[in-house]
């Protein structure tokens, strides 16, 4: 079975600094990877998403990812960020040969700091 | 992306009473629709996975018979929350799953508490 570990339960950062939010993942087969942004009360959001081609991956609101297969690892960064980025983040991955079940990460709760 | 609207966005029940949460995937036909569950500052927890004009697959440890999910038509899936206890209270997502693509849209929400 897949897992997916989000090493950061959270991450306190100022604005206009830069973010990571670290995600690995763990499955004998292949995946695909994805980003998703929650804030409060609110359903999940597609920030951006790794199904084949180029590793690194644009999405919206200036976020982007890098997929490293050797590392088992989905990184997401922000180069700076802004008040309203402040919410929570999940990882999350699905098994190509297993439909389109998700599995999530624990969650990145990012808080930005003015 | 594609809209997807949940009802009730928040509902308060009585222990013993049953709960009927509304899924609905307003852009495009959809044959299947997830259910999952959110505790307080947790992650997502998979429930089920509906499927439309057939029984809804369960995850390990979910009772079926507790959480029943009827996925009548392309464009609604419901769950229903039975005899509904305090531990219940949680916050319930469903998504839709465009068909060809690996996406999930996501419903807003439904908040449950059980008093």
């Known amino acids: 079975a897949q897992s997916v570990t989000q090493l950061d339960s959270q991450v306190p950062v100022f604005e206009e600094a830069p973010v990571e939010l670290r995600c690995n993942y763990s499955?004998?087969?292949?995946?695909?990877l994805f980003w998703y942004v929650q804030y409060p009360n609110q359903g999940l959001q597609l920030l951006l998403k790794?199904?084949?081609?180029?590793?690194l991956v644009k999405g919206i609101n200036g976020f982007e990812a890098e997929f490293n297969k050797s590392q088992t690892s989905f990184h997401l960064r922000k180069p700076s960020v802004h008040i309203s980025d402040t919410a929570e983040y999940f990882c999350a991955v699905a098994l190509k040969a297993a439909g389109n079940k998700l599995t999530f990460g624990g969650g990145t709760r990012v808080l930005v700091k003015p | 992306g594609a809209v997807v609207s949940q009802h009730p966005s928040w509902v308060i029940c009585k222990s013993g009473t049953s709960v009927k949460i509304e899924c609905r995937s307003l852009?495009?036909?959809?044959?299947?629709m997830f259910w999952y569950r959110q505790f307080p500052k947790q992650s997502l927890m998979l429930m089920a996975t509906s499927n439309e004009g057939s029984k809804a697959t369960y995850e390990q440890g979910v009772e079926k018979d507790k959480f029943l999910i009827n996925h009548a038509s392309l464009t609604l899936s419901t769950l229903t929350v039975t005899s509904a206890h305090p531990e219940d209270s949680s916050f319930y997502i469903c998504s839709v799953n465009r068909d060809s693509t690996y996406e999930q849209y996501f419903g807003p929400g439904t908040r449950l508490t059980v008093t």
């Open positions: 852009d495009f036909q959809a044959t299947t």
């Open positions: 499955s004998s087969v292949s995946v695909y």
């Open positions: 790794y199904l084949s081609g180029s590793t």
